[in-house]
């Protein structure tokens, strides 16, 4: 057959239900091959937007996410969307159409090195030089992708090889010479990890997105209540433990809270499961929980030891390896550092003013909780981001989506795309803010015409929220470039001329009706918030300081 309907049948075979991305010239074939698939096709606006749609879907899911695009601009625009995924280990596979091989190299029309391009933000990618090895690589996109710690992948497809002939014979098996993660972590160094937290007399687990990844959520609260420890996560992490629960207490980081950021930095030990110690959740490396010893559980061993000390390094899944500890951990009393770390959450909450003629952009997270408990979150990026992260009280994996190591404005509304397309009956809120909605504003298009009811609760304040923040804190004022109102910009009406709904609020009173309303209605559902303009998010670590040095 055609190598493009073998590409279309080797994804039925892997269990594609849905794909995302946009047709072009170089891609023809396999979009051809594709018209007489149940795979559901669905056609973004935006190749970002397309590879942000199979990111939301694959972060829903836990299965991989698939995205399509034809040669130069096409694949170019996929980069933002790929590196988010790299950042963030999120598994999906972009195809990616190509010039002839034998054009390769002679500056073709829409020719670019996308393989080259995306080397360093791809856990592994292909140009597809024989039509003979195209089976074998797609069986092994998929190993990939999903396999140790996930990733995304790249396949690209010169037009020449997706018009020729092939047997099919799709592999059952794959071995990938030199790739195989560990899954079981070294019997001693469990040892030791238990000798650790016997001795402890402050213990704190600290939870990063590699528990989702591992679906470990359930033996992290087994091991919390069994030691027993405070749960903290990272943004990632959010989600590891239901966030209502006594023992967690939030993410921390640069707008964690302030009660969780003193507990870690006050610990003795910190059992660190599936997180890189980002500087954004641990602040200055050189004095981070100085008292504390660590352990670090992580399926890839590049992290471990990468930028904190690490007193116990175990390579391997965390959902094994937690199960291997929790079997030898038993019960201590730990009076002392509890009652610390309840009087840490006591005087230290979560706060804001809350007011009766303006709208607090916190109060409308909390009402979105309030009407929408179970619902799927994503987020955009920026001062919205850290809001829905501080107020969205999380109950299990997987409900919270957001880009959290690149931090990619226009992340939030395709990924709920994607969320919405994997889950159509659960809804799905995007938590954004007015600068970020606009960078992939155009996938209201795709929403309306494939019916996906997302809603989006736009937090607008006018600016580029948190760089006006940071300009205010740190440039004396000075808002260079961060005002985005204008008078003529409603986004009730953009959302009507899409075809969506629109709705605007302006009063603190109207905000739980306007959320209601919004679950009523049958269609995309824009709600544009006019939150108050000069709000900022606290409790915040200035960049290069301590986890104690916290303003607000």
Request: proline share 6%; charged share 25%.
């Amino acid at each position: 057959m055609r190598v493009a309907d073998a590409i279309v049948k080797a994804l039925e075979k892997e269990g594609v239900k849905v794909a995302f991305g946009i047709p072009g010239g170089a891609i023809m074939e396999v979009y051809d091959a594709l018209y007489d698939s149940n795979i559901r096709h669905i056609l973004s606006r935006h190749e970002q937007g397309a590879v942000h749609m199979a990111d939301g879907y694959a972060r829903a899911t836990g299965k991989v996410g698939v995205a399509f695009a034809t040669s130069g601009p096409g694949a170019t625009n996929t980069v933002t969307g790929i590196t988010t995924a790299y950042m963030d280990s999120s598994p999906i596979i972009v195809f990616t159409g190509q010039v002839p091989r034998a054009m390769i190299g002679n500056d073709a029309f829409q020719e670019a090195d996308i393989t080259g391009i995306t080397m360093p933000v791809t856990k592994h990618n292909y140009l597809v030089t024989n039509e003979r090895d195209m089976l074998r690589i797609i069986k092994e996109a998929f190993y990939i992708a999903l396999a140790g710690r996930p990733g995304p992948v790249l396949i690209d497809l010169p037009k020449d090889v997706t018009q020729a002939d092939i047997e099919f014979n799709y592999p059952e098996k794959v071995e990938i010479v030199g790739y195989k993660p560990r899954i079981q972590g070294h019997p001693r160094q469990i040892k030791r990890a238990v000798e650790l937290i016997m001795k402890s007399e402050r213990p704190i687990i600290l939870a990063g997105g590699g528990v989702r990844l591992s679906n470990a959520h359930p033996e992290v609260l087994e091991l919390a209540e069994k030691i027993p420890a405070f749960v903290v996560t990272t943004l990632m992490g959010k989600g590891a433990i239901p966030e209502e629960h006594p023992l967690c207490l939030g993410f921390i980081g640069m707008h964690g809270t302030k009660y969780g950021n003193y507990a870690i930095m006050d610990s003795d030990l910190i059992i660190a499961v599936g997180c890189r110690f980002s500087d954004r959740t641990v602040g200055r490396f050189d004095e981070f929980a100085p008292d504390a010893k660590i352990i670090h559980i992580d399926i890839d061993p590049a992290e471990i030891g990468k930028n904190v000390r690490v007193d116990v390094p175990i390579v391997g899944d965390a959902k094994h390896v937690l199960r291997e500890i929790i079997k030898m951990v038993e019960f201590k009393a730990r009076k002392e550092w509890f009652e610390h770390v309840s009087e840490l959450r006591r005087s230290y909450p979560l706060r804001y003013n809350f007011k009766e003629d303006v709208i607090k952009p916190q109060f409308v997270v909390n009402k979105v909780y309030e009407v929408f408990p179970d619902a799927i979150v994503t987020t955009e990026v920026g001062q919205c981001q850290m809001w829905a992260a501080q107020y969205f009280k999380v109950k299990y994996p997987r409900q919270f989506i957001t880009s959290g190591g690149l931090g990619t404005m226009g992340f939030g509304f395709p990924a709920a795309i994607g969320a919405k397309v994997a889950f159509p009956d659960r809804v799905v809120v995007d938590i954004a803010g007015d600068g970020s909605f606009l960078m992939n504003i155009q996938e209201l298009a795709t929403a309306v015409d494939y019916g996906i009811n997302v809603v989006v609760c736009v937090l607008n304040n006018a600016y580029l929220g948190m760089v006006r923040q940071w300009q205010e804190l740190f440039y004396n004022k000075r808002y260079s470039a961060t005002r985005l109102r204008y008078p003529e910009l409603s986004f009730e009406k953009v959302a009507r001329g899409f075809g969506a709904y629109g709705i605007t609020v302006e009063r603190p009173s109207e905000v739980k009706d306007a959320l209601k309303e919004a679950g009523d209605v049958d269609k995309p559902v824009v709600i544009d918030f006019y939150v108050e303009i000069g709000e900022n998010v606290f409790p915040f670590v200035p960049p290069g300081r301590s986890l104690r040095e916290v303003i607000g």
